[in-house]
Structures are given as structure tokens and as C-alpha cells.
């Protein structure tokens, strides 16, 4: 057993058990318990440690929605948190590569589709394959790192307008939106970025934090774009 776990382990059996039944709380209490064990720390949490108090605060939220009587994923930590519309996490399709990995002049990483369910997803990126086989060719549709296409795109917002116009031949315009994982540190440069750096270094055409800013607002009204990773450098 790692040493990290085992201190946890005895924590928990020497000093948060005895507590929690000394003091006799509802296992439906969360808040209260969570709170208790914070407090019995008596610093941020690194007397105890993760593996101790969040693994009892699991523990006790898992009894908690037994002794309820409901699913833990569907109602009871959303009772606690005082949500009433319970919703699963969208899917993302990573479906066109771009950034240093990929064969292409695209700046930007990862080109992702969010479909409002998995058989959806699976059409357009499909359906992706046919379009961009017919545009670029078929060895266009090779699939690069992490399983995504790599065809010879020259801009981002032709890789965008691609997914637009495959979404709608599928018929899912109003069922799937896009996202981005820009990965904007591989173009970072002196306070500035390249929106073209696989071409040979020009600073001419750096753009400033702000302008990439707005590129990301045109990429928002234009082209359904609703979740942009790593748009800027980690230390921007």
C-alpha cells in the first residue's frame, strides 16, 4: 500500500471514525460532516490530506443517497448542491487535428463536435469523412494522432466552416455544437501569438492578445463555437 494511502487509512480508523460517531451525525448531513473534518484538521486540509477527508466525504455522500433511496449520479448530489435540472455532461467528438502534430497549416489543435447524444456524433463524424474526401480526396480522411482527421486545411475557420457544413448535411444543425482546444502556447511568441506559425517565422504577422480575443468572438457568432480550450498561453 502507497504510504499516502496508508496514512490515510489510519486517520480515518484513529481519528475522523471515533469523530463522526462521537458526535453522532446524520450520514444525510454532508455539508456538516464535511465541515467537521475541516475543522478537525485544523489547517487547509494537509494534517489529513485528500486521500483521508475526501475519501470519507465520498463515502459518506454514497450512504447518504442509499439510505434515500435514489441514484447518486441523478438526484442526490444535485439535492445537495440545490440544482433541480440534472443534465449528463455533453460528449466531445475530437474529430479535425491541427496544431504541431498534425500534417497541415492549421495553427489551432483540436477541432471538436458536441453532439446532444452518441449516435448523433457518430453520424457527422461519418459524414465528415464523405465531405472532406470530396473536397480534399480520399487521402485527406487519415486518420492522424488521437484518432482524428488531418486534412490539408490551410485555415481555422476553414476547418470550422467544414464542421458547419457537415453538421448540416447530417440534418443536426440544431443538435450539435463545436469546440476548440487551441493549445495557443505553441504560437505563443514574446507576448504575442502566430496565427501561422507551421509557415516559415515572420513577426510581421503576430497578432496581440487582444486580436486573438476577438478571432475567438468570430469564431463564436459565426460558427456555433461554445467551449475554447487553452485559448491563450499558460502565463498570458
Known amino acids: 500500500?502507497?504510504?499516502?494511502?496508508?496514512?490515510?487509512?489510519?486517520?480515518?480508523?484513529?481519528?475522523?471514525?471515533?469523530?463522526?460517531?462521537?458526535?453522532?451525525?446524520?450520514?444525510?448531513?454532508?455539508?456538516?460532516?464535511?465541515?467537521?473534518?475541516?475543522?478537525?484538521?485544523?489547517?487547509?486540509?494537509?494534517?489529513?490530506?485528500?486521500?483521508?477527508?475526501?475519501?470519507?466525504?465520498?463515502?459518506?455522500?454514497?450512504?447518504?443517497?442509499?439510505?434515500?433511496?435514489?441514484?447518486?449520479?441523478?438526484?442526490?448530489?444535485?439535492?445537495?448542491?440545490?440544482?433541480?435540472?440534472?443534465?449528463?455532461?455533453?460528449?466531445?467528438?475530437?474529430?479535425?487535428?491541427?496544431?504541431?502534430?498534425?500534417?497541415?497549416?492549421?495553427?489551432?489543435?483540436?477541432?471538436?463536435?458536441?453532439?446532444?447524444?452518441?449516435?448523433?456524433?457518430?453520424?457527422?463524424?461519418?459524414?465528415?469523412?464523405?465531405?472532406?474526401?470530396?473536397?480534399?480526396g480520399k487521402d485527406a480522411t487519415n486518420v492522424g494522432d488521437e484518432d482524428r482527421i488531418a486534412p490539408n486545411i490551410l485555415e481555422n475557420k476553414e476547418a470550422l466552416q467544414l464542421l458547419n457544413n457537415t453538421i448540416g448535411k447530417a440534418g443536426y444543425t440544431d443538435h450539435v455544437v463545436i469546440g476548440k482546444d487551441v493549445t495557443a502556447s505553441e504560437f505563443f511568441r514574446s507576448g504575442k501569438y502566430d496565427p501561422e506559425f507551421k509557415s516559415p517565422d515572420d513577426s510581421s504577422r503576430y497578432i496581440s492578445p487582444d486580436q486573438l480575443a476577438d478571432l475567438y468572438k468570430s469564431f463564436i457568432y459565426d460558427y456555433q463555437v461554445v467551449s475554447i480550450n487553452d485559448p491563450f498561453d499558460q502565463d498570458d
Open 1 to 136: 500500500m502507497r504510504k499516502g494511502v496508508s496514512k490515510a487509512v489510519e486517520h480515518i480508523n484513529k481519528t475522523i471514525a471515533p469523530a463522526l460517531i462521537s458526535e453522532k451525525v446524520n450520514v444525510k448531513e454532508q455539508e456538516k460532516i464535511d465541515k467537521l473534518m475541516i475543522e478537525m484538521d485544523g489547517t487547509e486540509k494537509s494534517q489529513f490530506g485528500a486521500n483521508a477527508i475526501l475519501g470519507v466525504s465520498l463515502a459518506v455522500c454514497k450512504a447518504s443517497a442509499a439510505e434515500k433511496g435514489v441514484p447518486l449520479y441523478r438526484c442526490h448530489i444535485a439535492d445537495l448542491a440545490g440544482n433541480p435540472d440534472v443534465i449528463l455532461p455533453v460528449l466531445a467528438f475530437n474529430v479535425i487535428s491541427g496544431g504541431s502534430h498534425a500534417g497541415n497549416k492549421l495553427t489551432m489543435h483540436k477541432f471538436m463536435i458536441l453532439p446532444e447524444a452518441m449516435h448523433i456524433g457518430a453520424e457527422v463524424y461519418h459524414n465528415l469523412k464523405n465531405v472532406i474526401k470530396e473536397k480534399y
